[in-house]
């Protein structure tokens, strides 16, 4: 499993990626949008905190596939090594998955709702396809199932694509496409910090502290007894 974190708020970034095995952070428009500053300070202040080289997903935000290609090329200079650029499964989104994929680029296909349209990214040359299991499964779908589709299909038609598996709500959510073989998941800060919350954990964690305070002392760890 790749974990990345799907937020354009460096600090939140910061906090998370020194606690966790974070490969990268993906962004979107609406979450760009949302820091209220300009653009390139944004992806600049993501870059300082997670590291040159570290994956960093930014969508292009033109409709016509020239525009994208143009984005991409002008935004690899602002990302730096690691970007992936993040492109919609339009037909004009195809069109540049093809024309970046043959420059090199490691694009993401975005906006990804079925099997059939993360099949034709791959085969355009995505590296990554991006399925959003929540918005699927808030209207009556079954997002990890498309996952398990994608997965199916990448796999019989000997395609190197990646799910990159995106728009979560729930734990469950996240459970089910590792269990249908997403290789990655992006997450919100709240929901990758809901995948280690357990009431047990905690109740078993204040009951040895409890005992050991008992018998050692309160604040006492195992250095000032060895
Ligand atoms: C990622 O590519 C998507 O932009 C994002 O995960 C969507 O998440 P949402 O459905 O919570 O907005």
């Given at each position: 499993m790749i974990y990345f974190l799907d937020t354009a708020d460096a600090a939140a970034i910061a906090r998370l990626c020194d606690l966790y095995?974070?490969?990268g952070v993906t962004t979107n428009p609406t979450l760009v949008a949302r820091e209220k500053r300009?653009?390139?300070d944004v992806i600049r202040d993501?870059?300082?905190v997670i590291g040159d080289g570290a994956m960093l997903h930014v969508q292009v935000t033109g409709r016509d596939a020239e525009?994208?290609?143009t984005e991409a090329k002008?935004?690899?200079?602002?990302v730096g090594a690691g970007f992936h650029p993040k492109v919609p499964v339009t037909a004009e989104g195809i069109k540049a998955i093809r024309r970046l994929a043959g420059l090199g680029f490691r694009v993401t296909a975005t906006a990804v709702v079925a099997p059939q349209q993360a099949l034709m990214a791959a085969v355009a040359g995505a590296a990554f396809v991006a399925p959003y299991v929540n918005r699927l499964d808030m209207i009556g779908g079954d997002g990890a199932r498309v996952v398990a589709d994608i997965v199916h299909l990448c796999r019989v038609h000997d395609l190197g694509t990646k799910v990159l598996a995106a728009s979560f709500k729930t734990v469950q959510?996240?459970?089910a496409v590792a269990m249908a073989g997403g290789q990655s998941v992006t997450l919100p800060p709240d929901m990758l910090e809901a995948l280690l919350r357990h009431p047990l954990t905690d109740?078993?964690?204040a009951g040895f502290a409890a005992d050991w305070a008992a018998a050692y002392g309160e604040?006492?760890?195992t250095l000032d007894l060895i």
């Open positions: 095995p974070i490969a300009p653009f390139p993501i870059r300082a525009t994208m290609v002008k935004l690899a200079d602002l959510q996240v459970h109740s078993g964690l604040g006492v760890t």
